[in-house]
T-cell receptor, first 111, second 113 residues
Framework: GENVEQHPSTLSVQEGDSAVIKCTYS??????FPWYKQELGKRPQLIID?????GEKKDQRIAVTLNKTAKHFSLHITETQPEDSAVYFC??????????FGTGTSLTVIP | GAVVSQHPSWVICKSGTSVKIECRSL??????MFWYRQFPKQSLMLMAT?????????EQGVEKDKFLINHASLTLSTLTVTSAHPEDSSFYIC?????????FGPGTRLTVT
């Protein structure tokens, strides 16, 4: 089956700096890569996603890049704010019927 | 759109009892729903994939007789934790798939005393 690895497990940045979280996947058949943000005790919320026919996608301060050849994708958050502090999960899916999650990155933005 | 609800949000039960958790897609039909378990500060662990009208597909290591899943309709899946024990205490989250997206319920915190 698919194996998704995520790094780093924890990340601290100063407010205003950028944060980058990286994920790799093993199955080249995966074609959909969402990113979720989970605040303590709450449900994961989809923040951005990318499909395998696209190399990069941006939504305001958040961007995701995908390298299909290397089988890795990354989340980029620019101009970080304290409210960006949360746990972020990457995931990979082939058909939308099965999702494989990374182990999560706990992001702390220091004011 | 794509709202998923979960009930109850928190349940405390005594060891040996059974607990049922409901997952509903409120504004869309979901042929596939997922059940996850999450321990504090850890990732989501997929327990099973619930398919409407058929048996659930359990992940390796998940006891199907302990975690009973029923996907009775296109908007409802239930997870029953049978004969719960303290080690079953956890945060259980369901999700429903729509198109390629996956939408999560708010989660159910189960505490077994």
């Amino acid at each position: 089956g698919e194996n998704v690895e995520q790094h780093p497990s924890t990340l601290s940045v100063q407010e205003g700096d950028s944060a980058v979280i990286k994920c790799t996947y093993s199955d080249s058949a995966s074609n959909y890569f969402p990113w979720y943000k989970q605040e303590l005790g709450k449900r994961p919320q989809l923040i951005i996603d990318i499909r395998s026919n696209v190399g990069e996608k941006k939504d305001q301060r958040i961007a995701v890049t995908l390298n299909k050849t290397a089988k890795h994708f990354s989340l980029h958050i620019t101009e970080t704010q304290p409210e960006d502090s949360a746990v972020y999960f990457c995931a990979a899916s082939m058909t939308g019927n099965q999702f494989y999650f990374g182990t999560g990155t706990s992001l702390t933005v220091i004011p | 759109g794509a709202v998923v609800s979960q009930h109850p949000s928190w349940v405390i039960c005594k060891s040996g009892t059974s607990v049922k958790i409901e997952c509903r897609s409120l504004d869309f039909q979901a042929t596939t729903m997922f059940w996850y378990r999450q321990f504090p500060k850890q990732s989501l662990m997929l327990m099973a994939t619930s398919n409407e009208g058929s048996k659930a597909t359990y992940e390796q290591g998940v006891e199907k007789d302990k975690f009973l899943i029923n996907h009775a309709s296109l908007t409802l899946s239930t997870l029953t934790v049978t004969s719960a024990h303290p080690e079953d205490s956890s945060f259980y989250i369901c999700s429903a798939s729509r198109d390629l997206g996956q939408y999560f319920g708010p989660g159910t915190r189960l505490t077994v005393t």
